[in-house]
């Protein structure tokens, strides 16, 4: 199970007690802010690409939208999202519950300026039931990302 592994992760941080397991569902922005009590665009969506033939993740805001011209410019391919087959596989947790933690070995994450704006923002952690609140810092630290990208739109104010 895919929480299974994000929690062994965390508990290298020591922060798995931070694990949130929701009653409800959480596969969506929408179901994630409704079942936390938060705005839903502070739900840190992961979106799971393709790029040169390697598995990339792009953790932004709940209300973002990748912008093709921006994604096209920064990455130098056309936006390919996987499929949810290809998700599981390559990512290790399945559509719903994506999140840059205790993923596959050689996924690269991401992060999008989009969540710059909180103070704190609620990933998901490999469950369409589960999330964490953390920090920017926090993320940025624990995703393991490589960079801060700015490849949306529809989230400026």
Same mark, same amino acid.
């Given at each position: 199970? #895919? /929480?299974? #592994?994000?929690?062994?992760?965390?508990? *290298? =941080?020591?922060?798995?007690? &931070? /694990? &949130?397991?929701?009653?409800?569902?959480?596969?969506?922005?929408?179901l994630a802010a409704q079942?936390?009590? !938060?705005? $839903? !665009? &502070?739900i840190a969506k992961t979106l799971s690409f393709l790029v040169?033939? @390697? #598995?990339i993740l792009i953790v932004t805001a709940g209300d973002a %939208?990748?912008?093709? #011209? %921006?994604?096209?410019?920064? =990455?130098?391919? %056309?936006? %390919?999202?996987? *499929? $949810?087959?290809?998700?599981? *596989?390559? /990512?290790? @947790?399945?559509v719903?519950?994506?999140? $840059?933690?205790?993923?596959n070995d050689g996924v690269v994450v991401y992060l999008d300026e989009s969540l710059? &704006?909180?103070s704190t923002v609620? $990933?998901?952690c490999g469950s369409s039931n589960s999330a964490i609140e953390l920090s920017i810092a926090e993320l940025e630290k624990y995703s393991n990302s490589i960079a801060w990208i700015d490849v949306c739109k529809n989230w400026q104010p």
């Open positions: 199970m #895919a /929480i299974e #592994a994000v929690k062994k992760y965390f508990a *290298t =941080f020591g922060i798995e007690d &931070r /694990i &949130r397991e929701l009653d409800e569902s959480s596969a969506t922005v929408e079942a936390l009590g !938060c705005e $839903p !665009c &502070r040169n033939d @390697h #598995a %939208k990748i912008d093709n #011209a %921006k994604y096209k410019a920064y =990455f130098g391919a %056309k936006a %390919k999202m996987l *499929t $949810p087959d290809e998700v599981e *596989t390559l /990512i290790g @947790h399945a719903g519950g994506v999140c $840059p933690f205790g993923i710059k &704006r909180f609620f $990933p998901a």
